[in-house]
Nanobody, 123 residues
Framework: QVQLVESGGGLVQAGGSLRLSCAAS????????LGWFRQTPGKDRELVAV????????VYADSVKGRFTISRDNAKNTMYLQMNGLKPEDTATYYC????????????????WGQGTQVTVHS
C-alpha cells in the first residue's frame, strides 16, 4: 500500500509557473505507475499526465502538452508536475495517484489517491 501527499498548489497569474510535488510513503515506490489528475466542481476528474515505474515513459493530456512536465525521483519517493504557461482553464484541484503495475491513462485503474492541492490561475 502507498500513501500520497500533494503540495505546491497556490494562486498564480496567467502565464506563470508552479511545481507540484507528490510525496509517497512505502518502500516499493518504484513498483507503481503514477499520475496527476485534476478536477473542477461539477466536472469529472480528468487526466493531466502519467509516468511509468522506472523508464519514465510519459503520457500527457493534449491540453497540457508542451506546458507541463511530469517527473519522478524514485530515490526520494516523490513525483513532480512542473506547470509552465499556466492558463485560467488550468484552475482545478490537482490529485496525484498511484497504481501497482504498468502505466495507464485509465483513471479507474489507479488505486491510491492523495487529498488534492488547489491550483488557481487568474487572468
Amino acid at each position: 500500500q502507498v500513501q500520497l501527499v500533494e503540495s505546491g498548489g497556490g494562486l498564480v497569474q496567467a502565464g506563470g509557473s508552479l511545481r507540484l510535488s507528490c510525496a509517497a510513503s512505502g518502500r516499493t515506490f518504484s513498483d507503481y505507475a503514477l499520475g496527476w489528475f485534476r478536477q473542477t466542481p461539477g466536472k469529472d476528474r480528468e487526466l493531466v499526465a502519467v509516468i511509468s515505474r522506472n523508464i519514465g515513459a510519459t503520457v500527457y493530456a493534449d491540453s497540457v502538452k508542451g506546458r507541463f512536465t511530469i517527473s519522478r525521483d524514485n530515490a526520494k519517493n516523490t513525483m513532480y508536475l512542473q506547470m509552465n504557461g499556466l492558463k485560467p482553464e488550468d484552475t482545478a484541484t490537482y490529485y496525484c495517484a498511484a497504481r501497482r503495475g504498468r502505466i495507464t491513462v485509465a483513471i479507474t485503474q489507479y488505486d491510491y489517491w492523495g487529498q488534492g492541492t488547489q491550483v488557481t490561475v487568474h487572468s
